[in-house]
T-cell receptor, first 114, second 115 residues
Framework: GNSVTQMEGPVTLSEEAFLTINCTYT??????LFWYVQYPGEGLQLLLK?????DKGSNKGFEATYRKETTSFHLEKGSVQVSDSAVYFC?????????????FGGGTRLMVKP | DAGVIQSPRHEVTEMGQEVTLRCKPI?????LFWYRQTMMRGLELLIY????????DSGMPEDRFSAKMPNASFSTLKIQPSEPRDSAVYFC?????????????FGEGSRLTVL
């Protein structure tokens, strides 16, 4: 089945710093790719997605580009805020017939200091 | 609109007791997922229902775990008997059917502590 690997955290940044969280995937074909975010005490919520190669997903100032050459989907933000402190998960479907059944990376905790 | 509703939010129990976690998916969603989150293992998919039918339960750790979905608006995850290693946050998520739409709506989770 498909799988995803993301950088371990925690990542600690000062406010307004540039953020990159690495995610690489192993998959059959070219499935959609997703980033989810989990704020403290809450469930996960979809942050952004890309459905085909070279697509760029974006939301709330975050971006990620689907790179099939490097099998990567790195999450970036140009200027982080304290409110971005959360755990970020890269995800993709288990396989080509999995529908919405997603497998998630291990999560990367981001801490932004004022 | 109400999101996915889980209960209880917190449960503390003793080893050997039965635990039942409950989930009400978003109305109209026909797919339901149970995930378990721990520090050591991250997020693990336990079971996936589509139109109330279990489609994949390969993630259910052992026979002590069982899940049901008697109708489109309710699901339970039961652990009997519970063990300390079952301590985790259990999430329920729902989605509209559809291939690769990828948008799961998660509840706030049920934090289980087994002493």
């Amino acid at each position: 089945g498909n799988s995803v690997t993301q950088m371990e955290g925690p990542v600690t940044l000062s406010e307004e710093a540039f953020l990159t969280i690495n995610c690489t995937y192993t998959a059959t074909g070219y499935p959609s790719l997703f980033w989810y975010v989990q704020y403290p005490g809450e469930g996960l919520q979809l942050l952004l997605k890309a459905t085909k190669a070279d697509d760029k997903g974006s939301n709330k100032g975050f971006e990620a580009t689907y790179r099939k050459e490097t099998t990567s989907f790195h999450l970036e933000k140009g200027s982080v805020q304290v409110s971005d402190s959360a755990v970020y998960f890269c995800a993709l479907p288990f396989n080509n017939n999995a529908g919405n059944m997603l497998t998630f990376g291990g999560g990367t905790r981001l801490m932004v200091k004022p | 609109d109400a999101g996915v509703i889980q209960s209880p939010r917190h449960e503390v129990t003793e080893m050997g007791q039965e635990v039942t976690l409950r989930c009400k998916p978003i109305s109209g969603h026909n797919s339901l997922f149970w995930y378990r989150q721990t520090m050591m293992r991250g997020l693990e998919l336990l079971i996936y229902f589509n139109n109330n039918v279990p489609i994949d339960d390969s993630g259910m750790p052992e026979d002590r775990f069982s899940a049901k979905m008697p109708n489109a608006s309710f699901s339970t995850l039961k652990i009997q008997p519970s063990e300390p290693r079952d301590s985790a946050v259990y999430f329920c998520a729902s989605s509209l059917g559809g291939f690769n739409t990828g948008e799961l709506f998660f509840g706030e989770g049920s934090r289980l502590t087994v002493l």
